[in-house]
């Protein structure tokens, strides 16, 4: 763990940094442009500094690395998931999706993950360690060099739980937010956590309009507790009073992530209690059709069934979407790709 990552500072920190090290502050403004809004990866190519700085600050082993291990490019849309190799040789997945309002690259915040959701391949080797801001900066912008585009939109939403290593997400925002550096408006940027209801109030005081975005996936206690251990140390009324606190506070709609499981949370009675719970918020639901793993085995609901849970919930007045597949030939769920790859290599 390094000290300080000079490449997953904020901008008042990069200016205070260069200070304390004996030089003016507009330098550090420079080394935070030349990382964050010129995707500079190394810092001798950064010829705005001095020579004699570049070299110290290349020295100083500050500078998280990040490496693209491998790149894996749909046959069926314009998908490509990447893998990255960190300096400890941990490996984490990314995906960079095109829809017609722009890119939107959906990054992990840990490597695995500690929540042990039954559905997801990220967590089946538990939580190695959190990601650095300057780890979760450069998947970005080693996707933006490598495939040539300009991200519009993040989604926190790969491997990990991003409320579980909150310090480094928000700092990660506040970077990725700034006009000096990629200046990602916060509207386009969405969290999506299993629910850590302390969290989400403290999010909610940070008073970031990013969307926040829950994973639901059952409107029942029991139901949820079976494939979401979190369920267990929060129910879902507490889960309730949280998004409403989020939503009062800083006036975003809430939106519920629902991962469809044939005869599991499909039922009438499924959609019944989803309509009762989210009477009081302003939410959107966005209906996933499950991902099959190998170590999960919930079938996921036919094509119909999805259809008619959405038709009924609008008939409800809940705005719904079914999530779009993106990229379903290239091993499509969340740390899958990674997964594979560990237990292949
Ligand atoms: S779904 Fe998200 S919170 Fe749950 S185990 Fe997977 S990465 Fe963790």
Redesign the pocket.
Known sequence: MKDIELNGITLEESREYMVNIGEKGFRGEQLFTFFNRNKGLDIQQAKVLPQNLRESLAKSQMITKVDILKRFDSNIDSTKKYLFLLEDKNIIEAVLMEYDHGFSVCISTQVG?R???SF?A??KGGLLRNLTPGEMLNQIYLIEKDAKVDISNIVLMG???PLDNYDNVLKFLNIIHEPKGHNISYRNITLST?GVVPRIYDLAKENLPITLSI?LHSPFDEYRANI?PIAKAYKIDELMKACRYYEESTGRRMTFEYTLIDGINDRIVDGERLVYLLRKLNAHINLIPLNPIKEYDGNRTHRDGVERFKRYLLSKNINTTIRSEKGSDISAS??QLRRDYLERD
């Open positions: 993950c929540m042990g959701c997801c990220s967590t491997s990990g739980e299993c994973s979401m969340c740390g």
